[in-house]
């Protein structure tokens, strides 16, 4: 796939809603002849994800805003701004705001393709959107497929 060199910012992003969180996609695989994935996430209080690895790609986090509780295999940290994260392939891993402010933060995978997880599995809003779609079991069971379907597998939850 040829690419051409392009400029995007936060405001003009295709924008999704994944269950809870909004995801501008500052560079997608298509965009960038499948070399990585570029996305703007705001993480409202209590969002993130549940454990889950990526079989295909590597991810890193780059936290630009708030405080980030991130798990790394079997480690805890709490992140804040300037604070950068690197999860090889492989490697289960999950984040989680447990704060009263949202997050705003850059993930980056290479090579490209989880955005498609996003477009597949997320409601589409106005670029520069900044409020999620509402969450349902619809919306949950969605993102599963598309997860499964794109080589993420995430962990079911524990029973306390």
Same mark, same amino acid.
């Given at each position: 796939?040829?690419?051409?060199?392009?400029?995007?910012?936060?405001?003009?992003?295709?924008?999704?809603?994944?269950?809870?969180?909004?995801?501008?996609?500052?560079?997608?695989?298509?965009?960038?002849?499948?070399?990585?994935?570029?996305?703007?996430?705001?993480?409202?209080?209590?969002?993130?994800?549940?454990?889950?690895?990526?079989?295909?790609?590597?991810?890193? &986090? $780059?936290?630009?805003? #708030?405080?980030? /509780?991130?798990?790394?295999?079997?480690?805890?940290?709490?992140?804040? =701004? @300037? *604070?950068?994260?690197?999860?090889?392939?492989?490697?289960?891993?999950?984040?989680?705001?447990?704060?009263?402010?949202?997050?705003?933060?850059? &993930? $980056?995978?290479?090579? #490209?393709?989880? /955005?498609?997880?996003?477009?597949?599995?997320?409601?589409?809003?106005? =670029? @520069? *959107?900044?409020?999620?779609?509402?969450?349902?079991?619809?919306?949950?069971?969605?993102?599963?497929?598309?997860?499964?379907?794109?080589?993420?597998?995430?962990?079911?939850?524990?029973?306390?």
């Amino acid at each position: 796939m040829t690419t051409t060199p392009y400029t995007r910012t936060v405001e003009d992003a295709p924008t999704v809603s994944v269950v809870g969180d909004v995801y501008a996609l500052l560079a997608r695989a298509e965009d960038t002849g499948g070399s990585l994935t570029v996305v703007h996430a705001i993480v409202p209080p209590g969002g993130g994800p549940p454990p889950h690895t990526h079989l295909h790609d590597d991810e890193a &986090f $780059f936290l630009i805003e #708030g405080e980030l /509780d991130l798990t790394l295999g079997d480690e805890s940290h709490r992140i804040g =701004p @300037g *604070a950068f994260a690197f999860v090889p392939r492989g490697s289960l891993h999950a984040f989680k705001n447990a704060t009263t402010a949202p997050v705003r933060m850059l &993930f $980056f995978t290479t090579p #490209g393709g989880v /955005d498609r997880v996003f477009t597949e599995a997320g409601a589409p809003l106005a =670029p @520069g *959107a900044r409020e999620p779609a509402p969450v349902n079991d619809e919306a949950i069971e969605k993102l599963l497929r598309a997860c499964a379907a794109n080589g993420i597998v995430v962990e079911p939850p524990t029973q306390a």
